[in-house]
T-cell receptor, first 111, second 113 residues
């Protein structure tokens, strides 16, 4: 049972490049989330999904897009990366209000 | 909207000292409350949770938290910390009817041997 798996683990982008972060969960969870973690700011919600085919904006959605075409996968896209998007990105999943299960994170640096 | 405040950003304790980390939330209705821990270089893991019932909640590794509704607080406690408790601790809230979980800014705990 892998839980929540994020790929890649590390990535360096140049300003203006695009990329997609993949999150996969094998727990049949309905809810999935993307957070970014920055020093002194805790975790801030980027986008989330409450089921296959649905997505919604969180606190800091600008510059990001997401898709949930399959229940087990939640993709986070950066169309044109900016240095302000340098961060550690965490994916999480849950059943409703139950505790979140987190992936191991993706460390993204934008130069 | 729900929000969470953690008062202490950085706490330094000696081993065997007692720990209390503050957490206050703002939401007038029913809430689910959580404490997560993040060890260096790792992802967040659940320490304990409160959904309903006994306001004193016991979690893993000797941690406990008390929900005080009148104070909108959910403080984390441990009677005697160990060096291995060095980590960052996050309080989180999920208000009933909301699909989102909101995190506090975290408290870094450093335990000195």
């Amino acid at each position: 049972n892998a839980g929540v798996t994020q790929t890649p683990k590390f990535r360096v982008l140049k300003t203006g490049q695009s990329m997609t972060l993949l999150c996969a969960q094998d727990m049949n969870h309905e809810y999935m989330y993307w957070y970014r973690q920055d020093p002194g700011m805790g975790l801030r919600l980027i986008h989330y999904s409450v089921g296959e085919g649905t997505t919604a904006k969180g606190e800091v959605p600008d510059g990001y897009n997401v898709s949930r075409l399959k229940k087990q996968n939640f993709l986070l896209g950066l169309e044109s990366a900016a240095p302000s998007q340098t961060s550690v990105y965490f994916c999480a999943s849950s059943i409703g209000a139950s505790p979140l299960h987190f992936g191991n994170g993706t460390r993204l640096t934008v130069t | 909207a729900q929000s969470v405040s953690q008062h202490n950003h950085h706490v330094i304790l000696s081993e065997a000292a007692s720990l209390e980390l503050g957490c206050n939330y703002s939401y007038g209705g029913t809430v689910n409350l959580f404490w997560y821990v993040q060890y260096p270089g790792q992802h967040l893991q659940l320490l304990l949770k409160y959904f309903s019932g006994d306001p004193l909640v016991k979690g893993i590794k000797g941690f406990e938290a008390e929900f005080i509704k009148s104070k909108f607080s959910f403080n984390l406690r441990k009677p005697s910390v160990q060096w291995s408790d060095t980590a960052e601790y996050f309080c989180a809230v999920n208000a009933e009817g909301y699909q989102k979980v909101t995190f506090g800014t975290g408290t870094k705990l450093q335990v000195i041997p």
